[in-house]
């Protein structure tokens, strides 16, 4: 009996129209999908309450008792029913302002009722707008009703009576009839020995659980199951990967990296940047092919490492390439890394949309012969004329920044795939990069450069603004540069582009003796250039600009970060912002400023970002208020598989469990073909196979 193979349609109370609408609303197709379609919530009504004990604070009443007698009030559109509910303790008014007709139809005096809803005091008196009724004789006794499921509903379906008790009813019969049982899909021995509910009481209890205790083991069970296939999945792709893919192997390290570490590096590497250096170099010398997440805080140093990690590579006598999201950055790469190699001898070229064809087709001639070491560019890297010799090791700077598509066409540079290595200074938390990126190995750099003083942020509203213009010149008298930056966010970027030119002509105005740059992503690459080239070069002091600057731009003597209708930006983009100070020696702020009325999750939001510097504690918070679905970083690919009841920000613990056990049963038995894993071998295959797979996508 496979469920997904159970249309909807034909379940009693749902025919086509409301099958359709379920599958478009909420991707509901068949009938594992509805049993998949977890309540959200549950409100328990193995009780009556008594009229006098209610309060407005109760989400839910349940009472028992009798209409007194219905009143019509008002006419016309503004008319309602209102009928005096009594139980004898109290009274209760219930109202309607739809389907009065059906309402007294239906219902009489002299019944006694079971009212279901949410309380609300008006008038010195207590009523509910539009109660559940039921007839008490019809219902089964309290204790029997035990916890209620409330399930997600889209507007367009409560517009189509497929509401939340709708949704039961239909949910309701199908539990009764799967009681007999279902195929379980977990292994006996691990059901044993993490003393699991089986997965007919699981969904049975899920549903209409008998009560909290149930209710809790149904839950630890579906969620155990959901992030074990998970990882199960990834795992065996991985596994399966490492087989058929060898990797260049770099042998050695050789005469670049050597007389770059001993004689050009200006500084001490950080014992992170050393720690991340082995991981790579133990990669690159296994004759697999290495496909590694560097997370590291903004500022954090990863920049040397792709480029030590690139000197590998030379050394072994590969070309290796490094991709950035925008060309400010890869200009920006550019130049530090020339900076940093010196008279070593390496071959270094960038390439952008903006490189003039005629350059561009020495360049094209230089990579193809070999003669070029490093090729540092955007996007434009991968466009089809350009071909590598030997491409060995491909750095990936910023990768949120990058489409899967984007990447893709890269691995077709080669036949052999290149080492890889995707930065982010976006910090994904853990149990996130467990699963999103559960199948590349993961590197962290958790340390800064020494001498960084924290950033002061500060959160400041509208009304400081005279305040902050005299801060700003104080920063600027004492030598130091600033940015100010507003939202540009695609539906309304008209408005915003006009947003960023009166603040523009604001600063302009306001400090007339200052030189201000402004940077947008409407300017010409050209334009975009010169005026960054001019606020690197300190020529000018105030730099206007949307989030074109985010990612990678370093100005060291740029102390000051103002962040402007600051409520528009999420909080790894704010703290991305925030890392373009705090470069320097001298100490940096950020101020965020908004109007003064703000929803309360904004509020935390910039509460937390006064409170940390943190990057990994700010994208735990974010997990935490916006869920893992909208997390930057995961944006762009969305999560790569729908999570419909473990959660990422509280189930930690049990993810790596998981895990854990999924790695030990792959080890044992890697096509699961043990009589007892066979269940697990078909339900991978049944699994969508829609998770991406960042080392081989092609
Ligand atoms: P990010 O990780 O944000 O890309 P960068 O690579 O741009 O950071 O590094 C930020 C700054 O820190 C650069 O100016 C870089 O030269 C400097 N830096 C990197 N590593 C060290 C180190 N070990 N000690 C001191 N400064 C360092
Ligand atoms: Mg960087």
Redo the contacts with the bound molecule.
């Keep these: 009996m496979d469920l997904s193979y159970q249309e909807i349609k034909y379940l009693p109370g749902v025919g086509p129209k409301k099958a359709d609408l379920l599958s478009k609303e909420l991707g509901i197709r068949n009938v594992e999908d509805l049993l998949k379609h977890y309540p959200y919530k549950y409100v328990d009504r193995s009780r009556f309450y008594y009229l006098h004990e209610i309060s407005e604070d109760m989400p839910f009443i349940q009472v028992k008792g009798q209409i007194v007698r219905f009143e019509k009030v008002g006419e016309g559109h503004n008319q309602r029913l209102t009928a005096i509910f009594t139980d004898g303790h109290g009274t209760l008014e219930l109202v309607w302002f739809k389907g009065l007709k059906y309402v007294l139809d239906k219902y009489t005096t002299k019944i006694e009722y079971v009212i279901f809803g949410k309380p609300t005091a008006f008038n010195g008196r207590f009523n509910i707008v539009h109660p559940e009724i039921e007839i008490a004789s019809k219902l089964p006794p309290p204790e029997q009703m035990g916890l209620q499921p409330f399930y997600n509903t889209s507007e367009k379906m409560k517009n189509s009576f497929l509401n939340s008790k709708a949704i039961q009813k239909i949910i309701f019969p199908l539990i009764q009839s799967i009681k007999t049982g279902i195929p379980e899909t977990l292994p006996a021995y691990l059901l044993k020995k993490f003393a699991l509910l089986n997965l007919t009481e699981s969904l049975v209890n899920i549903h209409f659980p008998k009560n909290a205790d149930l209710l809790n083991k149904a839950r630890q069970r579906l969620k155990f199951e959901e992030l074990f296939y998970i990882q199960l999945n990834l795992l065996q792709q991985t596994r399966w990967r490492d087989q058929h893919y060898k990797g260049f192997v770099f042998s050695k390290i050789g005469y670049y990296f050597n007389t770059f570490f001993n004689e050009h590096l ?5 014992n992170a ?1 050393k720690r991340v250096l082995r991981e790579i170099r133990i990669d690159v010398a296994s004759g697999k092919q290495m496909n590694r997440l560097l997370q ?10 792709a480029l030590m990690a690139m000197l590998m590579a030379v050394d072994n006598g590969f070309q290796a390439c490094i991709m950035a999201p925008t060309e400010i950055l890869a200009t920006q790469h550019y130049v ?1 890394l020339q900076e ?1 190699l010196g008279d070593l001898g390496v071959q270094v070229a960038l390439l952008t949309g903006s490189t003039r064809s005629k350059d561009r087709v020495v360049l094209h001639e230089k990579l193809r012969s070999g003669e070029l070491n490093i090729l540092i560019g955007t996007h434009a890297v991968i466009e089809d004329t350009v071909q590598f010799a030997n491409l060995g090791l491909v750095v990936i ?1 910023e990768q949120h920044r990058f489409g899967v598509e984007q990447r893709s066409r890269l691995w077709k540079k080669n036949t052999l795939l290149p080492h890889i290595l995707v ?1 982010t ?1 976006t910090p994904i938390p853990r149990t996130l990069a467990m699963t999103v990126y559960g199948d590349l190995s993961i590197s962290v ?1 958790d340390e800064l ?3 960084r003083k924290p950033i002061q942020t500060y959160h400041y509203y509208e009304s400081k603004r005279q305040a902050l213009n005299g801060f700003i010149v104080k920063q600027v008298e004492a030598g130091r540069q600033i940015y100010i930056v507003y939202p540009l966010i695609q539906e309304s970027e008209k408005v915003d582009l006009q947003n960023l030119e009166s603040g523009y002509e604001y600063i302009r105005e306001t400090f007339p003796h200052y030189n201000v740059s402004m940077v947008h992503g409407k300017l010409k690459p050209k334009e975009k250039e010169f005026q960054m080239q001019k606020f690197v070069r300190g020529e000018t002091q105030i730099m206007v600009a949307t989030t074109v600057i985010e990612v ?1 731009v ?1 100005v ?1 003597n740029a102390s000051v970060m103002v962040i402007e209708s600051a409520q528009r930006f999420g909080l790894s983009q704010l703290h991305q912002l925030r ?1 373009r100070v705090g ?1 320097g020696a001298e100490q940096s702020f950020c101020i965020l400023l908004t109007g003064f009325k703000l929803a309360s999750e904004t509020r935390k939001r910039m509460e937390i970002m006064v409170r940390t510097n943190d990057g990994f504690e700010i994208s735990e918070a974010d997990l935490r208020l916006r869920g893992p679905g909208d997390l930057e970083g995961t944006q762009q690919s969305g999560l790569p598989f729908d999570l419909k009841i473990a959660n990422l920000a509280q189930d930690g613990k049990m993810l790596e469990i998981a895990r854990k056990v999924a790695m030990e049963i792959l080890e044992s038995d890697p096509q699961l073909e043990e009589k007892e894993n066979r269940v697990m071998g078909n339900q991978l295959k049944k699994m969508k196979t829609n998770t991406l797979n960042w080392g081989s996508i092609s």
């Design positions: 200006p500084f001490e590497l950080t940047q590291g805080d903004v500022g954090s140093g990863k920049t040397l490492v530090s940093f700077d930065m200074a750099i450069p020494p001498g990678g370093n060291p890392g470069r």
